[in-house]
């Protein structure tokens, strides 16, 4: 009777082990951070700053507005669904640490200005930087912060903006700041 089991044991898991599993492999998605960072300030409205990995958001009562351009350029992502999403500030925010992120009618180039820069278009979503600036931001707003990702090669444009009259968040674009993960 062992010899039976033991045997039917054996030709059973052999017949199992032979089928055909799903993919159990974990998907990471697709990262893509800025190809482009640039600093524009109020203060400075017709000065072009240079090329820079680290980039910040900041207002002091109500004044001296600094922004951020950022271009994303995305290859072919057809069938995707791309979320823009931010985390791991530098250390130290302050103020409100609240980021309002707008499209831009066109790609920043390196030379704009704040008065040069490409005008702001649609208002996708406010995030609150954690308190220490590491880890994922919280969305206080979502307007359009999950779209279709493109099928062919784009340049996506965006422009960010400090919340309320004291506020300040700086951040590596090679990183973290704002990404956009397509899945």
């Not at 082990?17 to 492999?25: D, I, K």
């Not at 640039?38 to 090329?51: A, H, L, Q, S, W």
Request: charged share 15%; net charge neutral; glycine share 8%.
């Amino acid at each position: 009777m062992k010899f039976t089991l033991i045997t039917a044991v054996s030709a059973l898991s052999t017949v199992v082990s032979s089928l055909a599993l799903p993919n159990l492999v974990l998907r990471n998605p697709d990262v893509y951070h800025p190809a482009i960072g640039i600093v524009i300030k109020e203060d400075f409205p017709n000065t072009g700053f240079p090329r820079t990995d680290v980039v910040e958001v900041s207002r002091g009562n109500g004044q001296h507005n600094v922004k951020a351009l950022l271009g994303f350029a995305l290859p072919a992502l057809s069938g995707k669904t791309c979320t823009i999403s931010f985390s791991d500030a530098i250390p130290n925010p302050s103020g409100s640490r609240r980021l309002q992120l707008f499209t831009t009618l066109r790609y920043p180039a390196y030379g704009d200005t704040w008065n040069s820069k490409p005008s702001t278009n649609n208002h996708i979503g406010t995030f609150l930087v954690s308190s220490n600036g590491g880890g994922p931001a919280t969305v206080v707003e979502d307007f359009a912060l999950k779209f279709r990702c493109p099928s062919t090669p784009s340049n996506l444009g965006f422009e960010v903006q400090p919340v309320w009259d004291d506020d300040s968040v700086t951040w590596d674009i090679t990183k973290g700041g704002f990404v956009i993960t397509a899945t």
